[in-house]
């Protein structure tokens, strides 16, 4: 289940989310994970936010799936890009073999870790025999709530490796680093870039 109170800040902040991640060109992150993305191919945006990178997704020739919980981000998404954004929370992903990719960058690090597997379990099963995952996360240990309230699961690399080998994906680059986000506090965070088996 969606967290409520985390919903409320990104329903409030939507606009001073978007000001803060206005982006200048692709970062390094995405442009490998388009480059390992068949041209033209189907990518769900987990948690898309105002849907600045779908649209740059798009622009890039790929067919994304802007999917967030919140529904002022999907308004301001859609207002700003037309691009068919959609309100929907990690339960409300299935489907089989639907999607190239998924981007899930900062997204499921506001699901309860006891969910995390169910969730992953989803998104996999929601990809293409050697589809890829993309996913940010967070590092720590715990739960807990920043400073506007929204609810994380911080995840070691070496925790959040297990979960992604557990759901039978090769785990192909992986990077961390710090960064300051919409709470104004530094955090530590993790990306991976994951592929599903072509077989299996």
């Not at 890039?60 to 929907?88: C, E, H, K, T």
């Not at 890829?132 to 709530?145: D, F, N, P």
Request: glycine letters at 12%; proline letters at 5%.
């Amino acid at each position: 289940m969606a967290d409520s109170k985390t919903l409320a800040v990104y329903d409030e902040k939507a606009a001073d989310y978007a000001a803060l991640f206005q982006p200048f060109g692709l970062s390094r992150s995405l442009r490998d994970f388009l480059a390992a993305i068949p041209a033209g191919g189907r990518i769900l945006d987990l948690g898309c936010g105002p849907a600045t990178v779908s649209a740059q997704m798009r622009a890039a020739g790929f067919d994304p799936d802007p999917v967030d919980a919140s529904p002022q981000m999907v308004l301001l998404a859609n207002a700003r890009y037309a691009i068919g954004a959609r309100l929907g929370t990690f339960d409300d992903i299935s489907g089989l073999s639907i999607y190239d990719g998924v981007w899930a960058n900062f997204s499921l690090l506001h699901a309860r870790r006891a969910d995390l597997p169910r969730h992953l379990g989803a998104l996999v099963a929601a990809l293409k025999p050697a589809g890829v995952l993309h996913i940010g996360m967070k590092t720590g240990t715990g739960e807990a709530r920043d400073g506007l309230g929204r609810f994380y699961t911080y995840v070691t690399p070496a925790e959040l490796t297990a979960l992604l080998t557990d759901q039978g994906l090769k785990v192909l680059w992986t990077e961390e680093g710090r960064e300051v986000g919409l709470a104004g506090t530094e955090d530590g965070f993790v990306l991976m870039r994951a592929e599903k088996p072509q077989h299996g």
